[in-house]
């Protein structure tokens, strides 16, 4: 067993697996650890059911089509600035 197997994972580490873990894209091992790391830590199990609540309301909020003019505006803006040199 080594020493990180032994220790399970961080908080750091479970938050970088987060999104993983939401879409069912780990491996079984990883998964595993995990979910052991939730069932002891109250702070990951918090930061969780917030993660999931925003994912929900952010799927729920829809978009809002931007008006012509700003539209107008950061196109010309993006043209001006992207555009290649004539050096």
């Known amino acids: 067993m080594s020493a990180r197997e032994a220790k399970g994972l961080s908080c750091r580490e479970m938050i970088d697996l987060l999104a993983d873990y939401l879409e069912s894209t780990l491996s079984q091992e990883a998964?595993?650890?995990l979910e052991d790391h939730l069932a002891k830590c109250d702070a990951c199990q918090?930061?969780?059911?917030?993660?999931?609540?925003?994912?929900?309301?952010?799927?729920?909020?829809?978009?809002?089509e931007m008006p012509a003019e700003m539209r107008r505006?950061?196109?010309?803006f993006l043209l001006r600035h992207l555009s290649p040199d004539d050096a």
């Open 73 to 76: 505006r950061l196109s010309e």
């Open 31 to 33: 998964v595993g650890e």
């Open 46 to 64: 918090a930061y969780l059911t917030t993660y999931r609540k925003t994912k929900t309301l952010t799927a729920q909020a829809g978009s809002v």
